[in-house]
């Protein structure tokens, strides 16, 4: 008769004390890995809307100051008919630019106004001088998102500048600032 101990001299396999050591151990580290990997997750998380915001905000800041630069007259909002009414949100100026078609001038008015966390462009066109009414303003350009606020941005007729801030952010990051002073070079309907 065959001893079990002369075919299995020694016992090769692992107690229950030690298996269950060996999953505490595991679980520990598992859950302390998975809490890293979550955590660096949420950092990326931050990093893209902080990204995100940042570029935004330059795209947006960077194209209004453009569109001033170029602009042939810039007109207090309050002289254009119920703008400020139909767009409480607006950026306080519109921006006129006259380019000539047929030898025929081109009038082209825009402004800007804030909707929910979008800075939209509006503009109309026109054959006269004469003002345009709030009316005239139709369809709207997205220039960007995540704006919280641009009510700040002030004109000054007197000095000819404008104080251009935009607040821009979103609800898991810090509200970042984007200011500037733009110094009109073209006439101010004030």
Not at 42 to 48: P, T
Request: glycine share 4%; aromatic share 12%; proline share 3%.
């Amino acid at each position: 008769m065959l001893n079990c101990r002369l075919v299995y001299p020694r016992n090769k396999g692992f107690t229950l004390i030690e298996l269950i050591l060996w999953l505490a151990l595991f679980s520990i580290l598992a859950t302390s890995f998975l809490s890293l990997l979550n955590y660096v997750n949420h950092l990326i998380y931050i990093g893209d809307k902080e990204d995100e915001v940042l570029l935004n905000g330059k795209y947006g800041f960077e194209f209004i100051k453009k569109e001033v630069s170029s602009a042939d007259k810039i007109i207090p909002s309050y002289r254009i008919e119920n703008l400020n009414f139909q767009y409480p949100s607006n950026i306080g100026f519109v921006i006129l630019t006259i380019s000539q078609e047929d030898r025929k001038d081109n009038y082209n008015y825009s402004t800007y106004y804030l909707r929910e966390d979008e800075l939209r462009r509006i503009s109309t066109n026109q054959d006269s001088s004469k003002y345009p009414k709030s009316n005239d303003f139709s369809g709207y350009n997205q220039i960007c998102t995540r704006v919280v606020d641009l009510s700040k941005t002030k004109l000054d007729t007197q000095k000819k500048i404008i104080d251009l801030k935009l607040y821009m952010g979103c609800k898991d990051i810090e509200t970042k600032v984007f200011e500037t002073r733009i110094f009109i070079r073209c006439p101010i309907d004030g």
